[in-house]
């Protein structure tokens, strides 16, 4: 597995984890200020941790999962990334 250089503190490798990995690396680098994902068993909430952000999974049938390309039907929902749970200056 290539692993990634982490923003947060260069020349360290580290592995953000999951399927929103890269979501969660553009939130901790700054490109972005919110970023959406999927959650089946931890794609959304495994790299929001690993690289410090915030990361929701919602209630199953809360959010449509249309465009969604599923893993398992039964589990898969739409999730977000932010980089805190404000954005207060």
């Known amino acids: 597995m290539r692993r990634s250089l982490q923003p947060a503190g260069p020349g360290r490798a580290s592995c953000p984890g999951g399927s929103s990995s890269g979501a969660g690396v553009s939130l901790l680098e700054g490109s972005a200020l919110v970023a959406f994902g999927s959650d089946t068993a931890g794609s959304v909430r495994v790299p929001a941790c690993m690289t410090g952000n915030v990361g929701l999974k919602v209630t199953l049938g809360r959010w449509s999962t249309e465009g969604v390309v599923p893993l398992s039907p ?13 954005q207060n200056p």
């Open 74 to 86: 039964t589990f898969d929902t739409p999730g977000l990334l932010a980089r805190a749970l404000s």
